[in-house]
């Protein structure tokens, strides 16, 4: 029992138990998004924003006829490809700009050996790896681009 009750409480299985559970949030406001204004956009253009109705039907010799149901199909994958363009232009792209911005004003704290090119502290007088003198760095240490 000590041993599952580890496994339950490490560090990872709490995160992923609070990413479903976001996850499952997001997905859910990410469908009622849908319903709310793209489906009326839609049935603004094409007349209907739900393609569910959308099916045939074939009657084989002897056999009960087969429907097949492609409109639901069609609504799926609609609504797969506006979640994504949302979550891409919602949160991809703004969270990689904010990190993007946030590395362009860290410090470069490392420099290569001129002699092994091992990287090595800016402020290092020696390498640790060839054991060569070196000129510390003087200058300010410049953003990393």
Not at 34 to 57: E, Q, R
Not at 61 to 77: C, D, I, N, Q, S
Not at 91 to 96: E, F, R
Request: hydrophobic residues 45%.
């Amino acid at each position: 029992m000590t041993g599952f009750k580890n496994f339950i409480m490490r560090g990872n299985m709490v995160q992923l138990a609070v990413a479903v559970v976001i996850g499952t949030q997001f997905s859910n406001l990410v469908q009622q998004f849908v319903k709310s204004f793209v489906d009326p956009l839609i049935s603004l253009v094409g007349g209907t924003g739900n393609f569910g109705n959308l099916a045939f039907t074939v009657v084989g010799r002897g056999h009960k006829p087969a429907t097949f149901t492609y409109g639901t199909f069609l609504t799926e994958v609609l609504t797969f490809l506006i979640s994504a363009l949302v979550v891409y232009y919602v949160l991809v792209m703004p969270v990689g700009r904010l990190l993007q911005l946030l590395d362009r004003n860290k410090a470069a704290n490392s420099r290569d050996c001129p002699e092994c090119t091992m990287s090595i502290p800016v402020a290092a007088t020696r390498c640790p790896e060839c054991t060569a003198q070196i000129t510390p760095g003087t200058q300010q240490p410049r953003p990393i681009t």
